[in-house]
């Protein structure tokens, strides 16, 4: 069977079977005595699980096969739910997503995953989920294996015993103070190898030469010997403090691989009938024997999705080329109205306009396509809370507001990072231990809340937390240190100004470096991410009762809204959500502060910025105008008046690039094809704002 092209196909629903993995063991969490969610999360595992092993995906399918075997003991009430055994399945989690990852980057989906699978056996025996290991060596028995086996080494372990020789898995503890850790492996596999056969370590034989494990290893082995005199030479190797050598059912591993074999057939089976329809993609893949129920129609009624609506995968790729095209169309368009206005003929202005409203409805759908709902990115984030909560040893509720917000495919792919630093920065520097809290009066648990709304043609993405807030005399003292601000300047700065001060390059408050946050890297890449978007991020803070870092970003990136204006011939584009408002003034009104032109807008002292100037545009003569054409723009909180010759006016224009020759020009963010066929460049308002 040809898998490559199902392999985007089991990417995509492997992930959305590990997120409906990790959602519904945060349910568990706080629900553990409900099996119904058990049940889902077992049939999310089922699913992978059968996927794996059809697409060729051993590991995948093993670590999967063994967290089923605890979800199945959970599920029939063998063992009961415990914070520890959540955090090893969660831990299993952890490893299936990097395996995904690893596999959609091109890799093989194979990891090193011996330690989790010894403790998800140890969970499904009935022991702790963190054992400590005893120093006496043990006496051998007839217990489940701790390795994970490919079918070739069950095949090996299985007939082993028609030959007379008994399988064993043997389990060597090195002393701490071993120096040679590599040679001590080399000399019990010399002894082994006398006696037997070494079918498998863990961790592999690569990564023990290396020395790249800690004290312990593991060895799969078959031999005439008894378990007694394997563990009697073992111990005779200096620094080996501990040998446990335990037998393993050779009949299990028969019945095991019978049953694997049954399963794979099935899978195989359901691959071929999905490979066997006419339709290019069904519209109800089951390349893995799908049960009828799973996590993903759920999802599909989350997202407001009608009742039996088919859907169908599209590469992002495919999406990318076709507005590319219609951004073409657009350049087009503009040009052809422009043509109709010089030739005035009615029946051409007529189709042009008719033109016009079929691209706008074209263009509305093409966006709509392309949009996706914030929550692939919020959906991260409990699981990441749950756990800075157990390492920080704070309670911390998430609350997530408007997941169903879509934004740009593209600006969802940029923002998961910025919002991933921002979280923890709340989770760290914001939310106060439990006795800090009780000691200031408030509940124990700190709350962080992330919501995302739309207005305008924007979305706003909000984390708030009710913490300790910024504390501003700390941030103040901390950036007067640092060389940000001078002690001059500090006396003028306004709360909102003081803390924006913590987004600058090298900012942390942090009194004590750790892996969470206050790394010294501060909010900056945040800030300069954000910004690259065509966003920005602001802060309201108040101490003791918290804070709310508010983003805010465009709804999509390549088609924009701008104010064309005119410098001596020349035209240049002021994106509209920059844009204030335009303004005529007299050349009387221009006063002079601090060597920079200003004026008076509504009250505030508002710099003027002459295009001309910033852009070296040549004049034919000096002119010296009694009335100036300003467009005032806006960063945050910060105004600036831009002085051009003229407005022209407003239009939607496509963003391009300047290539890879013109990089890093100051104040222009790229260019755009104007009806006229001439190229205007896009003022990027952000740097000219100091």
Do not use: W
């Amino acid at each position: 069977m040809e898998v490559n092209q199902y392999l985007e196909m089991f990417i995509e629903e492997s992930k959305e079977h590990l997120q409906a993995c990790s959602e519904h063991l945060l349910e568990l969490e706080k629900n553990p005595d409900d099996l119904a969610i058990v049940g889902e999360i077992f049939r999310s595992a089922h699913t992978l699980k059968g996927m794996s092993a059809t697409m060729g995906f051993e590991d995948l399918a093993d670590l999967t096969h063994k967290m089923e075997n605890v979800l199945d003991a959970i599920r029939n009430e063998k063992i009961h739910v415990t914070p520890e055994i959540l955090d090893v399945v969660f831990e299993s989690v952890d490893h299936l997503e990097e395996m995904v990852m690893d596999i959609a980057n091109g890799g093989d989906g194979k990891r090193d995953v011996s330690a989790t699978v010894a403790q998800l056996k140890r969970i499904e025996l009935g022991e702790e989920a963190v054992p400590q290991v005893a120093a006496t060596v043990a006496e051998p028995a007839a217990v489940e294996s701790v390795l994970e086996y490919d079918s070739f080494e069950q095949t090996v372990i299985a007939q082993s015993s028609e030959q007379g020789f008994q399988a064993y898995e043997i389990s060597v503890k090195l002393r701490e103070d071993c120096l040679l850790k590599a040679a001590r492996v080399f000399m019990v596999f010399e002894i082994l190898e006398k006696d037997g056969e070494v079918i498998k370590s863990s961790p592999s034989v690569e990564k023990l030469e290396d020395e790249q494990f800690d004290q312990q290893f593991y060895v799969a082995y078959v031999t005439k010997e008894s378990a007694e005199d394997m563990q009697k030479k073992i111990m005779k190797v200096s620094e080996v403090e501990e040998v446990v050598v335990t037998t393993i059912d050779q009949k299990k591993f028969s019945e095991r691989e019978y049953e694997s074999q049954q399963e794979v057939a099935a899978t195989a089976s359901a691959v071929a009938e999905v490979e066997s329809t006419p339709a290019t993609v069904p519209s109800k893949p089951e390349p893995a024997a799908q049960p009828a129920k799973t996590a993903a129609p759920a999802k599909a009624e989350k997202n407001h999705a009608p009742v039996g609506n088919k859907t169908i995968r599209v590469n992002i790729e495919r999406l990318d080329i076709l507005m590319n095209l219609f951004e073409e169309l657009v350049i087009d368009r503009g040009r052809l109205q422009s043509i109709a206005t010089e030739v005035n003929h009615g029946e051409l202005n007529e189709t042009v306009e008719r033109m016009s409203r079929v691209m706008g409805d074209l263009q509305t759908i093409i966006l709509t396509m392309r949009m996706v709902p914030v929550e692939t990115v919020f959906n991260r984030f409990p699981k990441m809370i749950r756990q800075l909560s157990r390492d920080l040893n704070k309670k911390i509720n998430l609350e997530i507001i408007g997941a169903e917000t879509e934004l740009d495919r593209t600006v969802i792919d940029e923002i998961g990072d910025p919002l991933v630093h921002l979280i923890r920065n709340s989770v760290d520097h914001g939310i106060e231990n439990p006795t800090s809290r009780r000691a200031k009066g408030k509940p124990e648990e700190g709350t962080v809340v992330l919501r995302a709304y739309h207005s305008g043609n924007y979305v706003f993405i909000e984390i708030e937390d009710d913490g300790a807030g910024i504390n501003r005399d700390k941030v103040l003292a901390k950036a007067i240190a640092k060389g940000i601000v001078t002690q001059e300047q500090s006396y003028s700065m306004s709360d909102n100004q003081i803390n924006e001060l913590i987004l600058a390059s090298g900012f942390s408050t942090a009194d004590v470096i750790s892996d969470v946050s206050g790394r010294g890297v501060g909010l900056d890449v945040v800030k300069t991410t954000i910004e690259s978007l065509g966003g920005n991020i602001s802060i309201e803070s108040t101490q003791d009762v918290g804070s709310i870092f508010s983003i805010q970003l465009p709804l999509t990136l390549s088609i924009i809204s701008v104010m064309l204006v005119e410098i001596e011939k020349e035209i240049y584009a002021i994106p509209l959500s920059s844009i204030i408002e335009t303004s005529i003034i007299r050349s009387s009104e221009i006063m002079n502060a601090h060597n920079q032109k200003v004026i008076d807008f509504r009250g505030k002292v508002v710099p003027l910025v002459f295009l001309e100037e910033i852009f070296e545009v040549p004049r034919k003569e000096s002119q010296d105008e009694e009335f100036h054409s300003v467009v005032i723009v806006r960063k945050g909180e910060k105004l600036a008046g831009l002085v051009v010759d003229s407005f022209i006016g407003q239009q939607e224009i496509v963003l391009k690039s300047l290539g890879n020759y013109l990089t890093n020009i100051f104040a222009i963010s790229g260019a755009t094809i104007l009806g006229n066929g001439k190229v205007a460049l896009i003022v990027d308002c952000n740097a000219l704002i100091k």
